[in-house]
């Protein structure tokens, strides 16, 4: 639920503002530390199936639409 409620974060902040977060933008959101944001990121990072397109090439956090 954590990692989904970031990966929503990022979305929603990249399609509000055009650019992405910082850790600490991310960490303020979900009420967690930006060292734990951090965290979950490498998490789902490790989970993220191989690049399937454009779209998904490169770290996860600036690979969103």
């Not at 409620?5 to 977060?21: K, M, N, V, W």
Request: hydrophobic fraction near 30%; proline fraction near 9%.
């Amino acid at each position: 639920p954590r990692q989904l409620e970031i990966l929503s974060t990022i979305r929603d902040f990249r399609s509000r503002c055009g650019y992405s977060a910082t850790m600490q933008e991310m960490g303020d959101h979900v009420r967690l530390t930006k060292v734990t944001v951090f965290e979950h990121g490498g998490a789902l990072e490790k989970k993220r199936t191989p690049p399937s397109g454009p779209e998904a090439q490169g770290p996860l956090f600036t690979g969103l639409p």
